[in-house]
């Protein structure tokens, strides 16, 4: 299964346009936390996910908008009802077009040792994406998606390798473990 970043890198390549969209605020009740991401290409058409429904269709919308100007922004949404919905939280959202850049090869790349992407997110340097070898000091955010969150004015994503289960016997718990963990 390809992930966002796959895809994204595969759109790069064919100098397909399209956005990165990712949650980089969550506050009170929201359906996707810190951390989560999807990519939007022309046509609307997504790789992942930041929440589903009504807020998803706005970010897509906003994405679709967004892509000529070939510049990150910032949205934000209130899921009240002037969106039809009932949740009350507050999103925050970063939008940044999709380049053929060094970091979304790394990003994209299977790898086995620890790297770690770094988002800025201040008006400044908004969207422009380092990499770190170790994990960054003070992560905070109640709600976050794994170990991503925010520190300072950077969105911090670890990329490591898939994650590996070592089985011993195949017995019958084993079966059905394995294929618990292969989900």
Not at 20 to 42: E, K, S
Not at 95 to 106: E, G, T, Y
Not at 120 to 126: E, S, V
């Amino acid at each position: 299964m390809e992930t966002v970043y796959q895809k994204a890198h595969t759109l790069a390549e064919a100098q397909q346009p399209a956005m990165l969209c990712h949650v980089i605020g969550a506050r009170g009740h929201t359906p996707q936390v810190v951390g989560a991401r999807m990519l939007v290409d022309q046509s609307g058409l997504v790789a992942g996910t930041v929440g589903g429904g009504r807020v998803e269709y706005e970010v897509i919308q906003h994405a679709v908008a967004w892509l000529s100007s070939s510049e990150p922004t910032r949205l934000e949404l209130a899921l009240g009802a002037e969106l039809g919905m009932c949740c009350g939280g507050v999103m925050e959202f970063l939008l940044a077009p999709v380049r053929h850049d060094p970091w979304l090869a790394a990003a994209a790349a299977p790898t086995e040792t620890e790297a770690w992407l770094g988002t800025a997110l201040g008006a400044a340097d908004l969207g422009l994406r380092t990499l770190s070898a170790t994990a960054p000091d003070g992560i905070c955010g109640q709600r976050r998606l794994g170990d991503a969150g925010v520190s300072g004015d950077t969105l911090w994503e670890p990329l490591r390798a898939r994650r590996r289960v070592f089985l011993f016997g195949a017995g019958h718990v084993a079966g059905p473990t394995a294929s618990i963990c292969a989900l």
